[in-house]
């Protein structure tokens, strides 16, 4: 750079530097807290350094059936990201072209995420109750619900994580060029072999963020949740019961083990998402190489 | 480059005949509008059996009446008069329902505010002054992280720091500025206001970051060159093509901030009343009618401020 920076560039940089001090400051603060002594307390300073309120958690004697509800929100959320792959996968490929409710999906899609997550939730919650007195009027009367983890859970869930893959997908083809698949056609590709072989590598760093999205999002959903989960709670709502009768780092405890979880998914996805656009950038054209 | 089908065609006429003849076939088979609602009906279904119908349930039962335990399926505007109650006999003061919603609106434009004013410089510093495009993305990567992780860990974050023995505090007994913890950190609409802006600038900066990066540099540069200051080309030319964006992330926080009862919720000690937290009251009070004609209230109130901003962007244009 030639010109010097300008004053500006400065302060903002500071303010910059503030916000990420302020966005990720308190989260280190409680898992360096996670790691307190024995005898610790909720706050600084530290009573010694030890992983005991860790291996309370993961010896089942603490506040929470951990295994179990990690379980739960560990399948929920997988099969959460899988959905939303291939949903907005197909849904975006469906927007290349003209469709009749083309815009009813799209206004759908934006309500879903901008209308109050506790509707939704109530909605679904009321759907399911009604759904279930139906079935005890008329076919069983000792039906106890259909409610669960993986029906109005599930559900409820998909409507968090299936505008933002839809969203990543108009993102992804507004900056594809189609004059790679009539090259593919040309060349006698079949629409799937020109989807599995050309559109499918080109996107899929992409398609791999919106796997992010999915796990992520359901992994940490709680509004949604909190009125059509059903019976069982995922691991944020055993997490958010917590909030108000705490008295020791348990849930600090909880809080850590949550986030590695979650960074650990963050990292794998990155990671990917790197290697395929390094190998894209080296294997991925020969433009310009000449005629072999 | 190729020239396989040609050797093929050398080779076995037939073989290549015989494919397209049967990709032919197929493309007859399946039209493509066909092949569209294939590709974009399970997502549709999804919305249709888990929002568009659970919305469609919450105004009915909104109109149910109930009792102690359970629903009944007949015609009532308890659910309403339920939430109004009082509201005419206590004029000119104001019934519950009224405050509560004063309460929301207001911690709704603050958080508004807050989140613009940060939001809008950390974009501008990202669009604008970072200038290599890895720098960018790996900045821009920073303020994702946090999204990507709980909610519910963000807030209680909080806790070691604000607390009345926490770190602001104590730190600020030890300095002597003041004799006593401050109260008011924790547990408050204080704390609330913090979390939210904690939780929610990230919908404000990814919006006005996608408005401005599409800025062409060259109108800045010709605002320049006719004399214009900083200030000026800010006003006149950022802040006008960034309004998409700045409308975007408006909605998605005013929306957020007036369902919200998590965070209204686990911040503010339980103590504070919010529109979102009437609704699990009543949930959790098994009065569905009530919770549902809440709910179509807020939707209406939240519907309301969407149509007022839309009318500034078309959404869809942006996107």
């Known amino acids: 750079m030639k010109e010097g920076r300008p004053r500006s560039f400065y302060v903002l940089a500071v303010f910059f530097a503030a916000y990420v001090l302020f966005l990720y400051g308190p989260m280190i603060a409680i898992y360096v807290l996670s790691f307190q002594g024995p005898q610790g307390g909720l706050t600084f300073p530290m009573n010694g350094v030890s992983t005991f309120w860790i291996a309370k958690l993961f010896q089942g004697t603490g506040i929470v059936d951990l295994g179990a509800a990690f379980r739960r929100s560990l399948l929920l959320g997988v099969i959460v990201m899988i959905v939303t792959v291939v949903l907005s996968v197909a849904a975006g490929m469906a927007f290349r072209r003209k469709f009749k409710a083309q815009s009813i999906l799209f206004y759908s899609a934006i309500a879903s995420l901008i209308v109050p997550s506790i509707i939704t939730s109530l909605g679904i919650s009321l759907e399911f109750r009604i759904i279930d007195d139906l079935i005890k009027a008329h076919w069983n009367e000792n039906f106890e619900t259909s409610m669960g983890l993986l029906t109005s859970g599930l559900g409820a869930h998909l409507t968090w994580t299936l505008p933002f893959g839809l969203l990543i997908m108009f993102a992804i083809f507004n900056r594809f060029d189609p004059r790679l698949e009539e090259a593919a056609r040309d060349l006698g590709a079949t629409p799937w072999q020109t989807f599995r072989h050309v559109v499918l590598p080109i996107i899929l760093p992409s398609v791999i963020g919106i796997g992010l999205f999915g796990f992520t999002l359901s992994w940490d959903e709680l509004a949604r949740s909190s009125q059509a989960i059903g019976a069982v709670n995922t691991l944020p709502l055993d997490l958010q019961g917590l909030t108000t009768t705490v008295t020791n780092p348990d849930i600090y405890a909880l809080g850590t083990v949550i986030s590695a979880v979650s960074f650990t998914v963050i990292t794998l996805a990155l990671g990917t998402i790197h290697v395929l656009n390094k190998r894209q950038a080296a294997k991925g054209s020969d433009a310009g190489k000449g005629l072999v | 480059m190729d020239t396989s089908e040609d050797i093929l065609h050398q080779a076995s006429p037939d073989l290549v005949r015989g494919s397209e003849t049967k990709r032919a076939a197929k493309a007859a088979r399946l039209s493509p509008s ?183 540099k060259s109108l800045i540069e010709a605002a320049y060159d006719a004399g214009a200051t900083g200030f000026q080309t800010l006003v006149n030319v950022i802040i006008p093509l960034a309004k998409p964006g700045i409308v975007i992330g408006s909605i998605f926080v005013i929306t957020i901030v007036m369902g919200d009862f998590i965070t209204i919720g686990v911040m503010g000690g339980q103590q504070i009343a919010a529109a979102g937290k009437i609704i699990e009251t009543r949930v959790n009070a098994l009065q569905f009618p009530a919770a549902a004609a809440n709910a179509v209230i807020l939707l209406a109130i939240t519907f309301l401020i969407i149509t007022m901003m839309s009318r500034i962007v078309d959404i869809k244009k942006e996107l």
Request: charged content about 10%; some cysteine.
């Open chain 2, 34 to 216: 066909f092949i569209s609602w294939l590709q974009a009906g399970p997502m549709m279904l999804v919305f249709l059996a888990f929002f568009l119908i659970p919305l469609v349930f919450v105004v009915i039962v909104s109109f149910w009446d109930y009792n102690e335990y359970q629903l009944l399926p007949a015609f009532s505007g308890r659910g309403y008069t339920d939430t109004f109650e009082g509201c005419i006999a206590q004029l000119p003061e104001l019934c519950t329902i009224g405050k509560t919603y004063l309460m929301t609106l207001k911690l709704c434009f603050m958080v508004w505010a807050i989140t613009l004013f940060v939001g809008f410089w950390v974009a501008y510093f990202l669009a604008f002054h970072v200038k290599s495009k890895t720098w960018q993305m790996g900045l821009s990567l920073l303020c994702t992280i946090p999204f990507w992780t709980s909610n519910v860990i963000r807030m209680i974050a909080w806790i070691p720091l604000l607390g009345r023995n926490g770190l602001v505090n104590s730190g600020l007994v030890k300095t002597g500025l003041i004799n006593h913890p401050l109260e008011w950190l924790l547990f408050s609409e204080f704390s609330v206001v913090l979390a939210l802006v904690h939780l929610f600038t990230f919908f404000m900066v990814v919006p006005i970051f996608n408005s401005m990066v599409r800025i062409d």
